[in-house]
């Protein structure tokens, strides 16, 4: 027989006793061995079990990713479970696969023959053409021939007492000393020989089991000693009372090397056949594979599975527990593995599937024709009630129930099953019946018995044996009664009835009963409960009230319903089998929008198929012994309710890869993507392998998420439309009952920004940005300026032209008419009276030719550059002031600059004009003049604190027939000006006139204000 060995668990943190893992064709190489192993085949025969393991087993093959032939699993600190073989290092995470490639260089070789996890996180393989690795971090450190290895192949690697590393080898042992290996020199007491397992017990001792023996090496010591056995070729196990176990493949058989018991030798260590692969778990069971499937003995019975049971393949090469107790087998083409289900599957005959259930009062049920009897351990006593007639319906059971005397019932086709101990009698429908399948039975509290039959309606039974129909019209599916709640029945489609005193009460839609077909009733003191097609409803203050769960769940196609006395609701529903914890069902009785929580058990919890539909009803029974029975379309399984998910390892989830989708690098401290980057993928796991299936995860990326995304059972998270930046991705994973963990793992990367994503790029753009609108402006106000001074020069030109027509036209001529008069006048007498008169009139005339000469110099502009502007208003307003009015008082602020000729007149005759209204209209006692010459703007204010402007007024521009206000609006619209007025009855009036710097003020070298 061919031996390869493996690693037995124990209950410490990581597995602590490492048993050496050996291929077949490795073995083929040792010839004298090979003749030993096949004289013991042929000596030795084995008796195949006939059951299948009861465990629940998933199995991967190539199609899922699963690697072939593997030669060697471990599972690191992290949780990963790792395994070696030919087709080189893989890992899996209970979801995926994946080929492991270092980060820094590659492996030796594909060829991996050894692996093995250490307590301070490592990795150690071994290669079957010479060599060892390290692997830390997702990086490896390769040691082969020039680092003191021989160049064949390494079978073991474990670390002893004193922290010392050692490698077994075909050429001896050899151990590591400063990054080297050295052969054990003869002080340590170790023969040259071939080594091919190593182990370190709980006690820190350290088994290299050899051709020549078994050698141990304490704690402390320096130098092996050796175990009192005969040979060593095998594997080694640490037992869980303490014992070393060796296999000695040579003459199949184990020895006891250490620890109690070692002259006892269990039976179920006796007649393995040819082991192709070993384990004790830590239950002390043993696995034994085979060329042709895996076998799995515990002290009671031996169990087998093979391909044709689901196995992935045949050749078990290696057997692995890990630290949750999952047992995983490799076989020539894939992997499996094997754990506890929380369910009990019943094997009962198959005319007992999807029977009628009860319960009895010792822990056991009737199911079907059968009674059923079922420990904790050990297979089921089935006891037959009547001998079966294994042809049409006649068997057949559809209901039970217990009449008062203790007489079981039961439901079937055309008639009624009588059992009290040894007298069982069929009980025929009447003939105006006829063969008619009963749904339902219920022993009424008179002992009489109700049948609902199909498409009949219900029937009494009463003591006499007579038959009278009773009820309401309608088929009844259902049935149940209590002497808290009293009778129940369901009805098709979707009604129930409750009969109380001779009354019959009926509750449908209109009284909150939604669930559609009633399937099951439930009664648990005053509590009805009803389940059917679409969900699960509870009877209270005269109406039903749905019950639903969180996430949408509704508990659809119930036909069994169970409450614990401690208020708990089971449910056989169509997805499984669901658990209402009881404070749950307090808060939705309060609350009548409360969503429940629940917990959902199924095939990953070893309950399979779905939950029978009306018949049987109920699906689902509580045992004497407070365990539930549940019938599914698959067969009967068995739970203990108190018995919860085995909890899971605290292990904080990984971060596998992280950058651009489908560009995943795996995460090595603080990330920074390069510029442009703005999509994110982010790949994760947690390696927990008894329900991965089980797992949720939620992550938050700061800055980006406001609260925690939970994703359910997904492992990647995508982000896109990411700016630049530093970021923050948190990840959390819950156990198997959706419960979160305290641990978090954290992902920090930087988002490096393109140039135009820089912040001196953005200040840059605003600078150009201003800069153009500020050249934008600048040209528009000196195109709006090159207009006006066109439009004022055009003016001045045409003043001109007035002044020069009046100068040579009317005043030449009055000139001329004033000489001439003149002339006349100095021929009369001086005393005369008409002289006299016209020198008055002479007088008159100079004067009237003075002031068209005035007002001539005034349009050619002639004074501009006498007066400035503050001194012009000045003049201005002492010639507008009469009687007793005040003099304008005048502020400046600023530097005093020259007003633009082409303007100054327009200006000018708009602050006149204010200082005009205040004087002949305001009665003001007070006037001020403020002149602003700011580097943007020219402002000019005029304030004083009289009457006051009437609203009407302003509201229309100015009075009827008045001019005034109107003009000034003009005037400061044609030089593009702004003017604004704010007054008030009885507050006074404040005119503001406003001009950009660029059209207020002389430039230089336009000193008359001739260009624009």
């Known amino acids: 027989m061919f031996v390869i060995a493996r690693k037995f668990r124990n209950d410490n943190t990581l597995p602590i006793a490492h048993a050496m893992e050996s291929s077949l064709l490795s073995y083929r190489s040792l010839v004298s061995v090979l003749v030993l192993l096949f004289c013991c085949a042929s000596s030795q025969a084995r008796s195949w079990p006939?059951?299948?393991?009861?465990?629940?087993?998933?199995?991967?093959?190539?199609?899922?990713?699963?690697?072939?032939?593997?030669?060697?699993?471990?599972?690191?600190?992290?949780?990963?479970?790792?395994?070696?073989?030919?087709?080189?290092?893989?890992?899996?995470?209970?979801?995926?696969?994946?080929?492991?490639?270092?980060?820094?260089?590659?492996?030796?070789?594909?060829?991996?023959?050894?692996?093995?996890?250490?307590?301070?996180?490592?990795?150690?393989?071994?290669?079957?053409?010479?060599?060892?690795?390290?692997?830390?971090?997702?990086?490896?450190?390769?040691?082969?021939?020039?680092?003191?290895?021989?160049?064949?192949?390494?079978?073991?690697?474990?670390?002893?007492?004193?922290?010392?590393?050692?490698?077994?080898?075909?050429?001896?042992?050899?151990?590591?000393?400063?990054?080297?290996?050295?052969?054990?020199?003869?002080?340590?007491?170790?023969?040259?020989?071939?080594?091919?397992?190593?182990?370190?017990?709980?006690?820190?001792?350290?088994?290299?089991?050899?051709?020549?023996?078994?050698?141990?090496l304490r704690p402390g010591n320096t130098h092996f000693g050796k175990a009192p056995i005969d040979s060593g070729t095998g594997v080694l196990f640490n037992l869980a009372d303490g014992a070393v176990v060796s296999w000695n493949a040579a003459r199949a058989r184990f020895n006891r090397l250490s620890g109690p018991g070692q002259d006892s030798y269990p039976s179920l260590w006796e007649r393995l056949g040819d082991p192709t692969s070993l384990l004790i778990d830590h239950r002390g069971n043993l696995w034994v594979g085979h060329k042709d499937g895996l076998e799995y003995r515990t002290r009671d019975r031996a169990y087998l599975t093979t391909p044709p049971q689901g196995l992935s393949g045949p050749a078990v090469g290696a057997i692995f527990e890990d630290r949750e107790g999952n047992v995983w087998a490799a076989t020539s083409t894939g992997i499996d593995r094997f754990r506890g289900r929380r369910f009990a599957r019943i094997e009962v005959p198959e005319s007992a599937i999807g029977a009628a259930i009860l319960a009895d009062d010792n822990g056991g049920a009737w199911v079907g024709g059968f009674h059923i009897a079922a420990g904790d351990a050990g297979d089921p006593r089935i006891t037959p009630l009547w001998p079966a007639r294994r042809e049409g319906w006649a068997d057949m059971l559809t209901s039970f129930t217990r009449s008062s005397d203790g007489t079981l019932w039961g439901a079937s086709y055309g008639a009624l099953r009588r059992i009290q101990g040894a007298d069982n009698r069929r009980i025929e429908l009447p003939a105006s019946i006829g063969e008619r399948v009963i749904t339902s039975v219920a022993a009424d509290r008179n002992g009489e018995l109700l049948a609902a039959i199909q498409q009949m309606g219900l029937y009494r039974l009463d003591s006499s044996g007579g038959w009278g129909k009773t009820g309401e019209n309608g088929e009844v599916n259902v049935m149940a009664r209590s002497d808290a709640a009293g009778l129940w029945l369901g009805y098709f489609p979707g009604r129930v009835v409750h009969a109380e005193d001779g009354k019959w009460q009926s509750y449908g839609a209109a009284e909150g009963l939604a669930i559609g077909l009633v399937m099951s009733l439930h009664l648990h003191g005053k509590h009805v409960w009803a389940g059917g097609d679409n969900g699960l409803a509870?009877?209270?203050?005269?109406?039903?009230?749905?019950?639903?769960?969180?996430?949408?769940?509704?508990?659809?196609?119930?036909?069994?319903?169970?409450?614990?006395?401690?208020?708990?609701?089971?449910?056989?529903?169509?997805?499984?089998?669901?658990?209402?914890?009881?404070?749950?069902?307090?808060?939705?009785?309060?609350?009548?929008?409360?969503?429940?929580?629940?917990?959902?058990?199924?095939?990953?919890?070893?309950?399979?198929?779905?939950?029978?539909?009306?018949?049987?009803?109920?699906?689902?029974?509580?045992?004497?012994?407070?365990?539930?029975?549940?019938?599914?379309?698959?067969?009967?399984?068995?739970?203990?309710?108190?018995?919860?998910?085995?909890?899971?390892?605290?292990?904080?989830?990984?971060?596998?890869?992280?950058?651009?989708?489908?560009?995943?690098?795996?995460?090595?401290?603080?990330?920074?993507?390069?510029?442009?980057?703005?999509?994110?993928?982010?790949?994760?796991?947690?390696?927990?392998?008894?329900?991965?299936?089980?797992?949720?995860?939620?992550?938050?990326?700061?800055?980006?998420?406001?609260?925690?995304?939970?994703?359910?059972?997904?492992?990647?998270?995508?982000?896109?439309?990411?700016?630049?930046?530093?970021?923050?991705?948190?990840?959390?994973?819950?156990?198997?009952?959706?419960?979160?963990?305290?641990?978090?793992?954290?992902?920090?990367?930087?988002?490096?920004?393109?140039?135009?994503?820089?912040?001196?790029?953005?200040?840059?753009?605003?600078?150009?940005?201003?800069?153009?609108?500020?050249?934008?402006?600048?040209?528009?106000?000196?195109?709006?300026?090159?207009?006006?001074?066109?439009?004022?020069?055009?003016?001045?030109?045409?003043?001109?032209?007035?002044?020069?027509?009046?100068?040579?036209?009317?005043?030449?001529?009055?000139q001329s008419l004033i000489l001439h008069i003149h002339a006349a006048v100095t021929k009369l007498p001086a005393k005369d009276i008409l002289r006299i008169q016209l020198e008055t009139a002479l007088q008159q005339a100079d004067d009237v030719v003075d002031e068209g000469r005035e007002?001539?110099?005034?349009?050619?502009?002639?004074?501009?550059?006498?007066?400035?502007?503050?001194?012009?208003?000045?003049?201005?307003?002492?010639?507008?002031?009469?009687?007793?009015?005040?003099?304008?008082?005048?502020?400046?602020?600023?530097?005093?600059?020259?007003?633009?000729?082409?303007?100054?007149?327009?200006?000018?005759?708009?602050?006149?004009?204010?200082?005009?209204?205040?004087?002949?209209?305001?009665?003001?006692?007070?006037?001020?003049?403020?002149?602003?010459?700011?580097?943007?703007?020219?402002?000019?204010?005029?304030?004083?604190?009289?009457?006051?402007?009437?609203?009407?007024?302003?509201?229309?521009?100015?009075?009827?027939?008045?001019?005034?206000?109107?003009g000034m609006a003009e005037r400061s619209a044609r030089i593009g000006a702004k003017l604004t007025v704010l007054s008030s009855a009885g507050h006074g009036t404040q005119w503001q006139l406003t001009l950009p710097a660029a059209l207020a003020y002389t430039r230089k070298g336009d000193q008359n204000g001739i260009f624009r």
């Not at 708009?910 to 703007?937: C, D, K, L, S, T």
């Open 50 to 216: 006939g059951a299948q393991i009861n465990l629940h087993h998933t199995s991967w093959t190539a199609r899922d990713g699963a690697p072939a032939m593997v030669l060697s699993m471990t599972q690191s600190k992290d949780g990963w479970l790792w395994l070696g073989g030919p087709a080189g290092l893989h890992r899996f995470d209970g979801i995926r696969f994946e080929q492991f490639t270092p980060a820094n260089t590659p492996l030796l070789t594909r060829n991996v023959s050894l692996v093995n996890a250490f307590v301070d996180g490592s990795l150690w393989i071994g290669y079957r053409t010479g060599g060892a690795a390290r692997i830390e971090h997702g990086r490896i450190r390769n040691y082969s021939e020039p680092d003191g290895l021989p160049k064949r192949a390494v079978w073991g690697i474990e670390q002893d007492g004193n922290g010392r590393t050692w490698a077994a080898t075909a050429q001896g042992m050899y151990y590591l000393e400063n990054d080297r290996w050295h052969a054990s020199p003869t002080s340590w007491r170790l023969p040259a020989d071939t080594y091919k397992t190593l182990m370190r017990d709980r006690d820190g001792v350290l088994w290299a089991q050899g051709d020549s023996g078994v050698y141990f």
């Open 855 to 966: 007002r001539i110099r005034e349009l050619r502009g002639a004074d501009d550059h006498r007066l400035s502007f503050p001194d012009a208003v000045l003049a201005a307003a002492a010639r507008l002031r009469v009687g007793e009015a005040g003099a304008i008082r005048m502020k400046m602020s600023g530097v005093l600059r020259l007003i633009d000729g082409a303007i100054y007149q327009d200006v000018l005759a708009i602050v006149i004009e204010a200082i005009a209204n205040a004087y002949r209209h305001a009665g003001a006692g007070r006037i001020e003049v403020e002149f602003q010459y700011g580097m943007r703007e020219f402002r000019c204010v005029v304030r004083d604190d009289g009457v006051g402007i009437p609203v009407e007024v302003l509201s229309e521009g100015g009075r009827q027939d008045h001019w005034g206000m109107r």
């Open 538 to 814: 509870l009877f209270e203050a005269g109406r039903f009230k749905q019950v639903s769960g969180i996430n949408g769940e509704s508990f659809d196609g119930i036909s069994g319903i169970v409450e614990m006395e401690n208020g708990d609701l089971w449910l056989n529903a169509t997805a499984g089998l669901f658990r209402i914890a009881g404070g749950e069902v307090a808060k939705a009785r309060r609350e009548p929008a409360y969503r429940v929580h629940f917990e959902r058990l199924d095939q990953s919890d070893g309950l399979e198929g779905s939950a029978p539909r009306i018949t049987p009803s109920p699906s689902l029974v509580l045992s004497s012994d407070l365990r539930l029975w549940i019938v599914r379309s698959t067969g009967l399984f068995r739970l203990d309710p108190e018995e919860q998910l085995p909890q899971s390892p605290a292990l904080p989830p990984i971060i596998k890869t992280i950058g651009a989708p489908g560009e995943g690098k795996a995460l090595q401290g603080d990330v920074q993507f390069a510029p442009g980057v703005t999509s994110l993928q982010v790949d994760y796991t947690v390696p927990l392998l008894a329900m991965p299936e089980r797992v949720r995860f939620r992550y938050w990326l700061d800055g980006v998420d406001k609260e925690w995304q939970d994703v359910g059972t997904r492992r990647s998270a995508y982000y896109s439309n990411l700016a630049p930046g530093d970021y923050q991705f948190r990840l959390a994973a819950s156990d198997y009952n959706g419960k979160w963990g305290d641990q978090h793992t954290v992902a920090r990367f930087t988002i490096v920004p393109t140039m135009a994503q820089t912040w001196w790029f953005k200040v840059l753009c605003v600078a150009l940005l201003l800069s153009g609108a500020y050249i934008a402006y600048r040209w528009h106000v000196n195109r709006l300026a090159r207009q006006m001074a066109y439009r004022l020069q055009a003016r001045m030109h045409e003043r001109e032209r007035i002044a020069r027509e009046l100068h040579d036209t009317l005043l030449q001529s009055v």
